[in-house]
């Protein structure tokens, strides 16, 4: 017997694709989170369409699915981990919850509601960390700092001893000193900037 996986990537790690596929996935796993949400807030109507159940579970199993195919940008592999896990969670709990309600009652499914209702939110929060633009990409602790990092001591040094001799000169009257420290400072803090 040959062993083949059949996984799919969808994506090529470039961060425009990966947010299409992302985008696209949402749109469809929206309207299941929605409905899983007021189930789980209704007891009563939680009993009632017990039956629709297994087609959510069904959902967010083929989202789960989805998700596990994409290849996450650079700097993304922790949170589209973390989505992955979430949407597997709350396929499980969904099936956890339906097999209570088909054994008992509401009774039987009332201790997984909360539970259920949080992995819930974790998908959505997990989303929308996915959303969120990174400002800087996180710093490998084994590189070599560069250049522009100046340490916290040095910059507060730097500002007191420049505020110090622009207030002498301009006591002293020697406004052309005040100019120069002034330039100084302003090229010293373009050069040292990220």
């Not at 949400?37 to 579970?57: K, W």
């Amino acid at each position: 017997m040959i062993d083949r996986s059949v996984k799919q990537a969808l994506s090529s790690g470039s961060p425009r694709v990966y947010a299409a596929a992302v985008g696209g996935l949402w749109i469809d796993l929206e309207l299941a989170l929605a409905r899983l949400d007021a189930l789980a807030a209704d007891q009563e109507r939680l009993l009632d369409e017990r039956h629709a159940l297994p087609g959510l579970q069904y959902d967010l199993h083929r989202a789960a699915e989805s998700v596990s195919g994409l290849i996450p940008p650079p700097g993304a592999a922790a949170v589209h981990e973390e989505f992955a896990q979430a949407l597997a969670e709350a396929r499980d709990l969904t099936a956890e919850i339906s097999e209570s309600l088909s054994c008992g009652s509401c009774e039987a499914a009332a201790p997984l509601v909360w539970e259920w209702r949080g992995v819930l939110f974790r998908v959505r929060f997990a989303r929308r960390r996915l959303q969120r633009p990174r400002l800087q990409p996180a710093l490998d602790e084994s590189a070599p700092a560069t250049r522009h990092s100046a340490h916290p001591l040095v910059a507060g040094t730097a500002v007191a001893v420049g505020s110090a001799l622009v207030l002498l000169a301009a006591l002293l009257g020697l406004w052309l000193l005040v100019a120069l420290t002034l330039t100084g400072t302003v090229v010293g803090s373009v050069l040292l900037r990220p």
